[in-house]
């Protein structure tokens, strides 16, 4: 018996000859592709954020240094494997980073232990490294505890300061300060004594708007004018409005917005804040989802492509040579979605990445001079594309006759043969899904389940009256009779099997799970809650306070426990407190430092099954927040998810571990009777 399985027996996640049952019903799993191993999945990227410095002298990405992942860099000309790293976090992944505008400074943000209360730090990669660590010292430019710094604005025209927002004076509200990057001197820009959530730099690094919510949830648009605020521009609650940048002329502003009765979708306008004249710039061609995403020349300052993501990711270039671009890399590059990273400050060279469903990506060198592109890299060569399967858009209509977007990933080689389904909403819950590679839907899928991601309505992107359908409909309302509602339809449409169906997913999608075997109980045979909230009531009293500016937000979309109507409504959605109709099996995942989602909702959920009798399996994770950044953790994770997915929906799993990983998933599976909460209310 090899070590893993012993070492789930052990944790309670497997029963001995617990999958074997309904294994040996699954019938398509040996028509499978071959087993992919888990840390192809889920291990660090081999490269991956490849950027060019503007100056074009460097490339910089990221890739593991002492077993954690940090920023590299190379002469734009020197092979990778020349390249020398510049940041040696050994506790936390660094997740992103940029290079200040004169190519002096690389700059990274870093957080503790997933507190989200992150830290800006300035590298300078001409610098010797210290032999202590191995690469060139870093300065931490906003050294203050319990902080949560925000980059407000890195513009070209003050390449070495750069505009971050602090909440050290009062946590709930950023004031904008001007932060040199030779020194981390600040200098104090504006007072936040209005409840500013966003500001709006010009494009010579000068504070002109800001943004706030009103106790209604209204968006409300102000020009900054020394320490006066004027309004210029809002929009009510069920409306979006936000600024993208300046245009060159230096008086009017790029926004996005579907303001007024008569319009649905958002588009891109020009908006004077001083007399108050709108210009419509763009809306989608097609008529069928929000604006997507703006491209700007940084030498002309000019529009140059926009994009819209619908079933696929649409581009519309602007000019002739990005129309000359785009056709010459896609008769030069792979099929897929293709987007610029980055670029040298000429424009003449540019990163560009191409990924698909069955491909997490690569990067290219074009020179848009000689139009030639250069492969540079794969951001995880030994993933056998081969063996991925499909993810193909689907459309279904809800029992009130909505028409719900979504995306199905099937297991190749499955053909007329009922197979096992494992249900996968986003979180957010605003946001969505798109078409691409997705590692859980492709881990899954090779596992022998498909995989279903719905865009209930409350999603982004497809409009204000698609949004605000969610407002005040979790749990026991419409967003999660969407789900239902898809999964029915899926099971209709496609050989999945009706008693082995699952439901897994993240943040509110977590949620979403919790609500699905709580208000459906038929409907699914597991679930696996990660990071989601078991109590409304209690995730509405715990947000960071950084979001309390923004509250009335979620009294608009979500409900104000203060009124009693909502109140009562929130009890009813919030699965906690129906946890008696819970008989599935669930397997809950947490974060311990959490902002978002805090521990006590994981916690107060697995209480009440285990108090209950009920199957329930807990994992936390001490050095995580909402979401797992760990490597170690994240490949842990994984084995806990396919091992529970194979012991009740029959799928197939692997059975072999590193050493490290067994340790690390011992180390997070806690013994549900030794866990502890306070009162459930708020």
Known sequence: MSRIRSLIFGLGLMAPGGPGVLQAQNGYLDQLPPLIDRQVFFGDPEISGAQLSP?????????????????????????????????????????????????????????????????????????????????????????????????????????????????????????????????????????????????????????????????????????????????????????????VRYHKDGERVYMITNKGDDLDLTRLILFNPGNGEETLVESDPLGQVDFGGAVFSDITDELVATRYVGDRVRIYPRNDQVERDLAVLREKLPEGEVSFTSSTEDENRWIVYVSRDVDPGSAYLYDREDESVEFLYSSRPDLPSEHLATMRPVRYRTRDGLEVPGYLTMPKNVEGQPVAMVVFPHGGPWGRDRWGYDSFAQFL???????????????????????NAGNNEWGTGAMQHDITDGVEYVITEEDIDPDRVGIFGASYGGYATLAGVTYTPDLYAAGVSYVGPSNILTLLAAIPPYWKPMKAIFDVRVGNPDVPEDYDRLVEQSPLFSADQITAPLLIIQGANDPRVNVRESEQIVVALRDLGREVSYMLAPDEGHGFAGRENRIAMAAALEQFMAQHLGGRYQETMEDDIADRLTDLMVDVNTVRVEDTQP
Request: one cysteine or more; charged letters at 25%.
């Open 55 to 243: 100056d074009g002298e460097f490339i910089s990405f990221r890739k593991p240094y002492r077993g954690v992942m940090n920023i590299w860099v190379k002469g734009a000309s020197d092979p990778f494997d020349a390249a020398r790293p510049m940041s040696a976090d050994t506790t936390r992944p660094v997740r992103g980073y940029f290079w200040s505008q004169d190519s002096r400074f690389l700059l990274y943000v870093q957080d503790k232990d997933g507190d989200e209360n992150v830290h800006v730090y300035a590298i300078d990669p001409r610098v010797a490294p210290e032999d202590a660590t191995g690469v060139p010292p870093a300065l931490d430019l906003t050294p203050y505890e319990g902080v949560r710094a925000q980059i407000v604005a890195v513009p070209e025209a003050t390449p070495h300061h750069i505009l971050v927002g602090l909440n050290d004076r009062n946590p709930q509200l950023h004031d904008v300060h001007r932060i040199d990057l030779n020194t981390g001197e600040r200098e104090l820009v504006i007072q936040n004594e209005a409840g500013i959530v966003g500001w709006q730099a010009d494009l010579e690094g000068n504070i002109r708007l800001g943004l706030k919510i009103d106790e209604y949830g209204s968006t409300i648009l102000f020009r900054v004018e020394g320490d006066v605020l004027s309004e210029v521009y809002r929009c009510n609650n069920e409306e979006s409005c936000g600024t």
């Open 445 to 467: 899928a090779n596992r022998g389940y498909a995989v279903f991601q719905p865009n209930f309505r409350g999603s982004t992107g497809y409009g204000k009256a698609f949004l």
